[in-house]
């Protein structure tokens, strides 16, 4: 090949896709394509400018990350690129391509010796021929490449990039740091490392790569195949598709014809109701005419009475003219024709519902997978539905048609529940669906119209299964740790966590994934807390008597609310309702109070027990007070009034303190004795329990999203369940 042709070549292999350039400083994409650092770094830059994260390759649109450091310095330099770079700009006459290997003015290099492996400038390469060591050595001129000398070029051996050592070549190769080195860099930096020839490590390296390339060119073979064969079903199906849309064609032909003679038949109508008023309009027109003419006869010759003035005549036909006035206005009058109001009334529009599905799908071979017999209420569930042909075999069509229809009787009827069908294109699809309640659900699957072997299933619906996702905090008086963490709270619209960190005497703020906020200061330490409606926190500190205090969002004191009655509020419930529902501690009763402490709601002697009153939350959907007895050891339910209804837990409840209502309406109570979270539903019927994972459980808060926060008082932390 002609050198400037091969130069040619070279300079467009090494040419940047993005740029069109000469590559400078190049590195190489996961996908083995190259590009100009700053190119790169401009796409990137662009790709964040449009709040993207990743960048796909201009080449083959591969998908990459964009880096943390905002730069893909980080990737490897293209080492043939740099090679090729090195010898366009030896062709080129860059000052800056290659300097002298020999002498230490840094001279440009003018020749290059490949028997010493190194460029020479001018200088050296007279001394280098003066020599009689070297002065045989088989050398070329910058100025005067040849394809052959430029492929040799290329090929030449890389010499050591480590300092001192840049006359050496890379010979070895290290196992243990996967390096190449020279034979001075193995003896000064790999001793008693795994070191072998950087030819052998090739030619093993060749082969692993060999292997992997041998595999993707069988998936390409796969691929083209799949294509070939992709085109082939296109080829024969093409007199299917046109037979299906003569079929259609017919059949729009047909509703068009029929709605043609209706729209005839139904104008005939329309002209036959309006000639008919027209008529009626006419006669009924007549009528009045009729009248009027009469009228204006008698008018006219009346007024021409008068208008004469003869007494005679006056006189004699004064009786005539009243009588025939009085006639004319006693007669009966013609009555306003008033058409009947016409409409269209479409009792049933046309709906083409024919469908026709070419498929090799059988729905006797169909599979439905993951259908579980048990799944817990409000949590989404899936199963999948396999399409195969009749030989079992998997297969997918485009228009077939998946009908599933999920039922729970409620009452006397049944009761469909919402689902999704995910088409996932490769004769999958996965239906996702979300059990309202607990109960007994029947599943059925329709494919092209046809059900499944042995469709319906069924499916029980159990109560939601609470499991620990993470606890955060740990003793200390540091942010985020607590000694004695006792109530807590969630502002149900910002989804911030406040728990009263009883012996540091203080409020921390936390987000909802354990993240700390910031923390509250009071003077003594605090037994209960929640917000308010407003984003406001009420606190109860035992210092405090007859009172509580009102802290803005920001943790400042606004003021106090003061309550005649109240005597030792303890513990207290708001949940962002107006009124705030408050365990006493002297009275052991429970007492519900407007928001400001001024008006008695409701008054609850909620135990015969002394100070066994732990914790009272109000349920508005129920209209009911739920009020947790420490000492009878079971949860007590009351209306709003303050009745007696019935207990909940008698039995399997040991010394249970804080309650709260989750986002499916059941009843969670803190088992303390127990050291465990137990569920109930409103109406007293056990539902399930968490493992026991606890020391000292005192109360409970559920967040916006669902989630259970409780306090540890003796772990000095906070379980959260999901």
């Known amino acids: 090949m002609d050198v400037q042709q091969l130069f040619k070549s070279l300079r467009k292999e090494a040419e940047c896709p993005l740029c069109l350039e000469t590559v400078k400083d190049p590195k190489t994409l996961p996908c083995l394509h190259s590009f100009c650092l700053v190119c790169l770094d401009k796409h990137a830059h662009y790709a964040r400018i449009q709040l993207q994260t990743a960048i796909k390759c201009p080449v083959c649109q591969a998908s990459f990350q964009i880096p943390e450091e905002d ?26 391509s290659q300097q002298c290997g020999s002498c230490e003015e ?56 480590v300092q001192y050592h840049q006359d050496q070549p890379l010979e070895y190769y290290c196992k243990d740091c996967n390096v190449c080195t020279c034979i001075k860099c193995s003896v000064v930096s790999h001793t008693h490392h795994t070191m072998v020839d950087m030819q052998k490590a090739t030619d093993e390296q060749k082969i692993q790569i060999a292997e992997a390339l041998k595999k993707v060119k069988a998936e390409v073979v796969i691929f ?40 005839a038949s139904m104008n005939a109508k329309f002209d036959e109701i309006n000639q008919a008023h027209q008529k009626a309009h006419a006669t009924n027109l007549e009528n009045f005419q009729q009248a009027v003419a009469q009228l204006k006869s008698s008018l006219e010759q009346g007024e021409n009475i008068l208008e004469r003035n003869i007494n005679a005549e006056i006189l004699q036909t004064k009786p005539v003219i009243i009588g025939r006035c009085e006639d004319l206005l006693n007669a009966k009058k013609p009555e306003i024709y008033k058409p009947p109001c016409v409409h269209y009334v479409i009792e049933q529009k046309l709906d083409i519902s024919d469908r026709v599905v070419v498929s090799h799908t059988n729905p006797s071979s169909i599979l439905v997978k993951d259908l579980c017999e048990k799944v817990e209420e409000q949590n989404e569930t899936h199963f999948t539905i396999i399409t195969r042909d009749s030989e079992e075999r998997p297969c997918y069509n485009e228009d077939d048609y998946i009908k599933c229809d999920i ?18 294109e490769d004769g999958s699809y996965k239906v996702r669906y979300t059990p309202p309640h607990t109960g007994l659900y029947e599943v059925k699957v329709e494919v092209n119209g046809q059900p499944l072997d042995g469709s319906t299933w069924s499916v029980q619906v159990i109560p939601h299964q609470y499991q620990l996702k993470f606890s955060f905090g740990s003793n200390g008086s540091g942010p985020g740790q607590f000694d004695g963490p006792y109530d807590i709270a969630v502002n149900k619209k ?57 802290l803005s969002k920001q943790g400042k004191f606004v003021k106090h ?68 007895d420490s000492k009878a050891d079971l949860v007590k339910v009351f209306d709003k009034n303050g009745n007696f209804l019935y207990e909940i837990g008698r039995g399997k409840l040991l010394n249970p303190f804080g309650l709260a209502i989750d986002k499916f309406n059941n009843l969670i109570v803190c088992d303390t004795g127990n050291k465990r979270l137990k569920v109930f539903t409103t109406k007293g019927d056990f539902l399930s329990e968490t493992e026991q994972c606890f020391h000292t459980p005192r109360f409970i808060a559920v967040s916006k999203e669902g989630e259970v926060l409780v306090t540890d008082y003796e772990k000095d932390c906070v379980f959260l369940f999901q």
Do not use: W
């Open 407 to 424: 039922r729970t009787l409620t009452g006397d009827s049944f009761k469909t529940v919402h689902l999704k069908i995910e088409d996932k």
């Open 494 to 550: 910002t989804g911030t966590v406040a728990i009263s960190d009883y012996r540091n005497e203080r409020i921390q703020l936390f987000g909802t994934n354990g993240r700390y906020l910031r923390e509250i200061g009071l003077r003594t330490g605090c037994s209960s807390l929640g917000f308010t409606k407003s984003g406001h926190i009420i606190a109860v500190t035992p210092s405090d008597v007859h009172k509580m205090s009102l």
């Open 224 to 263: 083209e195949n799949e294509m070939k064969n992709q085109t082939e079903f296109m080829n024969k199906n093409k007199t299917q598709i046109s037979a299906a849309r003569e079929k259609m064609n017919e059949t729009v032909d047909d509703c068009i014809r029929l709605l043609t003679e209706h729209k």
């Open 561 to 628: 609310i003061d309550s005649e009655h109240l005597k030792f509020p303890f513990h207290i419930s708001t949940d962002g309702v107006d009124d705030i529902t408050v365990c006493d501690r002297e009275s052991n009763e429970v007492i519900a109070i407007s928001h400001d402490g001024t008006g008695l709601v409701t008054r609850i002697a909620a135990s015969e027990h002394n100070r066994s009153v732990m914790c009272a939350i109000y349920h508005k959907d129920t209209d009911r007070y739920f009020v947790s």
């Open 106 to 161: 840094n001279n440009t290099a003018t020749h290059y010796c490949f028997e010493c492996q190194s460029f020479l400038c001018t200088t050296c390469f007279k001394a280098h021929q003066r020599f009689k060591a070297t002065r045989g050595h088989k050398n070329i001129s910058v100025d005067n490449l040849q394809a052959d000398d430029v492929e040799m070029l290329i090929r030449r051996p890389v010499m050591c990039s």
């Open 71 to 96: 730069t893909f310095g980080g990737l490897p330099a293209s080492f043939h690129l740099n090679r090729l770079v090195d010898l366009l700009a030896l062709a080129d006459g860059g000052t800056e």
